[in-house]
């Protein structure tokens, strides 16, 4: 049975900027910019997996105030994920302290400088364009049940 990776990841967006992360890419070893993002760990939602994530990438402990989308990508290293994407938008940029030592530094930029850039995926913009151009979709979409 076929099991997609399942990661989260937020597009934070102040003024007209974004908050990307700067990273390694683990196959080429090269550095790409990736929103804050990472894997659903087990007993945990959704949401606080993104919120998890954000805070562990760049030190802001911010909740999602939506849904972007929700992606299927067959990555270039053969890895299916199941991406669920967050919106959060602050009225001042803020301070980012990444905890996580995968996280080189982090950077408020503007979609200009996004595409100059070395990005981890594609879908990087994708979700960027969509929270731009799309309904952000209300969190309670979302339902986390444990029995």
């Known amino acids: 049975m076929h099991k997609p990776n399942v990661t989260v990841a937020m597009v934070v967006k ?26 659903l760990e087990a007993n945990e939602s959704l949401i606080a997996a993104a919120q998890r ?14 849904l972007v989308g929700i992606y299927s990508l067959q990555a270039r290293n053969g890895t299916h994920y199941l991406r669920f994407c967050f919106f959060a938008e602050l009225d001042e940029a803020s301070e980012t302290a990444p905890q996580d030592s995968d996280i080189i530094a982090c950077h408020w930029l503007n979609i200009a400088q996004i595409k100059e850039q070395p990005l981890r995926s594609s879908i990087v913009l994708t979700c960027i364009d969509d929270a731009q151009n799309r309904p952000i979709l209300p969190l309670e979409y979302l339902r986390h049940r444990q029995d």
Not at 14 to 38: F, I
């Open 14 to 39: 102040c003024a007209e900027r974004y908050l990307l992360v700067e990273e390694r890419d683990k196959s080429t070893g090269q550095r790409v910019l990736n929103q804050p993002a990472g894997h």
């Open 53 to 66: 994530e954000l805070l562990e990438e760049t030190g802001l402990n911010l909740a999602p105030q939506g």
